[in-house]
Structures are given as C-alpha cells and as structure tokens.
C-alpha cells in the first residue's frame, strides 16, 4: 500500500526505491513513520531519504550540501551509508569548529584590546590625580576625581596633565578642568 502511495503521490522510480527500502523494515513504527512521510514528503528523493537514513532531516540538509543521491543509493545498497553519515559530520563539526574559534578569538582580541585600553586610561587618571594631589594637596580630590573620570580619551588626560604642570592652584586647575570639558 505505501509503495502505491508513493507511486501516485510521487513516480515510479521512488516507489521502486521505497519498496526496496521497506523490505528491509518489519518495524510497524517504522511503516507508519514512513506512512507519514508519504504524506508530508515534497519530493520522492526526499521520502526515500529520509526512510533510508532514518532521519527526516537528512534530505534538506543534503540538498544544502549538494550531496549526490545516486551516491547516497549505492552506499546504502552496501550498508555503508552510516560511515558515510559519520564521516561527513565529522568534516562539518570540524568545519564549523575551527570558524567558531577563529571567531571566537577575534572577538577575544577585540574585548582584550579594548579592556587593556579602559585599564591603560583607568591608570592614567589614577597617575594624573596622585599628582594633583601631590602638586595641591588633598583640598580638590573628589572634585578631581569626578572630572577625570569623565575624560574619555587618551587626548583628554592628556591635555589634563599638562593643566596639572600649568596650574597654580587647585581651583586653577579645576577650572581648567572644567573648561577644557565645556569645550569637548
């Protein structure tokens, strides 16, 4: 009856196909999986596929693949269809390892990189404030500390240690400060 169905549903040839693959099937879950597949297959390669692979995925993932059908037909007809399976999953999991550690260092470079400058500037704004400290004394230094830690760039700390060299006083060099963020 399955062959039947295959015959009107899709051709000929995939119902020659199933006939040979079921014989090879006395499991009554297997029959109504298949039964099921008559119904819900798009194409009779896919049917027979997915019936002689055991997995209703197969066929979509070897139309993705290009696999060659006849191949796949001869190497079930000598049972060496699981190796094969074995084989080309073993390439793709290699495949698709290797780019996900390649990506995943590049994005650990990236966050390396960029976690090295937020601590290079961190440790630039802990240097300029001890000499502000030192150069003033501790009248400005939460004062000092808010206004460093809105300074983004290198260019910023920059220009601020050169206003700790120039300014006289600790409100001068706030000032400055502050100007020079007004200005940003």
């Known amino acids: 009856m399955l062959c039947r169905q295959a015959a009107l549903k899709f051709d000929a040839r995939t119902?020659?196909?199933l006939r040979k693959i079921l014989a090879e099937t006395d499991d009554a879950r297997g029959l109504a999986w298949a039964a099921d597949l008559i119904i819900d297959g798009a194409t009779g390669e896919e049917l027979t596929v997915d019936i002689a692979t055991g997995?209703?995925?197969v066929f979509r993932t070897f139309a993705r693949l290009s696999v060659n059908m006849a191949?796949?037909?001869r190497l079930h007809e000598?049972?060496?269809?699981q190796g094969y399976f074995e084989a080309r999953a073993d390439d793709y999991?290699?495949?698709y390892r290797a780019e996900g550690m390649a990506q995943g260092l590049e994005r650990g470079i990236a966050q390396g990189i960029e976690r090295g400058i937020n601590q290079s500037l961190s440790e630039e704004r802990n240097l300029l404030h001890r000499q502000a400290v030192r150069k003033f004394g501790s009248k400005t230094p939460s004062t000092l500390e808010s206004i460093l830690a809105d300074i983004g760039g290198v260019e910023g700390l920059l220009s601020a240690g050169d206003a700790i060299i120039d300014s006289t006083t600790g409100e001068e060099l706030i000032s400055c400060l502050r100007n020079a963020q007004a200005c940003a």
């Not at 000598?78 to 269809?81: A, P």
């Open 93 to 95: 999991r290699d495949r």
């Open 55 to 57: 997995n209703p995925a």
């Open 78 to 81: 000598r049972g060496k269809l």
């Open 71 to 73: 191949e796949i037909d």
């Open 15 to 17: 119902a020659a196909r």
